[in-house]
């Protein structure tokens, strides 16, 4: 019984951590995260140790059971259903340092440094959209993380740059460029970027 209730209660724990993402303990949602995670486990294995020594396939199908209903409850409080502003317990960078570099280098008809990429198939996919195009100037625009019911993830970012760009026939023009940024365990890396196409 006791895990059923820990399973009806996990979306609720979930929104409740969300709910403090955005206030003065909201360093506290992490490790809070974690124990709520411990908590379940801790749970469900006295549950299977008590049920066991009725019937060990049902007491591991029970528990099957409810690892598969907290992952149906919570999976879709997980999905991305805006965008927003990133919580202050991230810091100041959060991918736009990384964003930067990327669009230096351009302006200055320089690759980027390997380091910048999350993977070379997202260099050789920029490289691809920048053919042609000269970057003339950029300016960041807005920055942020992505909103859901869950506590908002502080490991994806994305960076919206008003961008002026000269194709090859002289003609400029303005185009606004969105830079989705991973971290990653010495920095951030761009994992994507979106709105140079012509």
């Known amino acids: 019984m006791a895990v059923w209730m820990a ?3 996990a979306p609720v724990a979930l929104f409740a951590l969300r709910l403090i993402d955005d206030s003065a303990v909201a360093l506290l949602v992490p490790p809070a995260l974690a124990l709520m995670i411990v908590l ?4 469900m294995g006295a549950a299977v140790r008590a049920a066991a020594g009725a019937s060990l396939p049902r007491a591991l199908a029970g528990a099957g059971g409810a690892l598969l209903a907290v992952v149906l409850l919570t999976l879709p409080m997980s999905h991305v259903i805006g965008q927003r502003a990133c919580p202050e317990r991230m810091g100041v960078d959060r991918g736009v340092q ?3 570099q990327m669009l230096d280098a351009w302006r200055n008809g320089e690759r980027p440094s390997v380091a910048v990429w999350n993977d070379l198939g997202v260099a050789d996919a920029w490289r691809t959209q920048i053919a042609g195009l000269r970057l003339i100037d950029y300016k960041l ?3 942020g993380c992505w909103e ?8 994806r970012t ?11 026939d ?3 023009l303005s185009k606004v460029v969105t830079v989705h940024t991973r971290a990653a365990r010495d920095g951030w890396r761009v994992a994507e970027i979106e709105g140079l196409e012509l």
Request: hydrophobic share 45%; proline share 3%; no cysteine.
């Open 7 to 9: 399973v009806a209660l």
């Open 141 to 143: 625009e807005d920055s």
């Open 158 to 168: 994305w960076h919206q740059f008003r961008v002026t760009v000269q194709r090859g």
């Open 98 to 100: 990384v964003s930067s």
């Open 148 to 155: 859901r019911l869950a506590p908002v993830t502080t490991t």
């Open 40 to 43: 379940f486990l801790v749970v």
């Open 170 to 172: 002289g003609e400029r």
